[in-house]
């Protein structure tokens, strides 16, 4: 490397040091931040659990209907 590269990294590496920048609040509280929102996040796909089974009664209906659903697709096929 040349003498200015080198010249160069050893500035910047002092000047990293001299400027300290603050956080907006302590470390701690951004894990926080990230475990409230992960709650939130955790409450709001729980409330979607077993909507598929309030809304339509889909296998009760492929079950009568000898494995066809209401739109006539197989319920036993894989989808592919």
């Known amino acids: 490397m040349s003498m200015v590269a080198v010249s160069m990294m050893v500035n910047l590496v002092a000047e990293a040091e001299a400027h300290h920048n ?3 609040m302590p470390a701690v509280m951004f894990g926080v931040v990230a ?4 709650a939130i996040l955790g409450f709001v796909m729980f409330s979607y659990r077993d909507v598929a089974n309030r809304h339509g009664g ?3 209906a492929a079950s009568q209907h000898g494995g ?3 739109h006539g697709h197989d319920s036993t096929a ?3």
């Open 22 to 24: 603050e956080l907006p």
């Open 58 to 60: 889909g296998s009760r």
């Open 68 to 70: 066809a659903d209401s």
């Open 35 to 38: 475990a409230v929102v992960f």
């Open 78 to 80: 894989s989808g592919h």
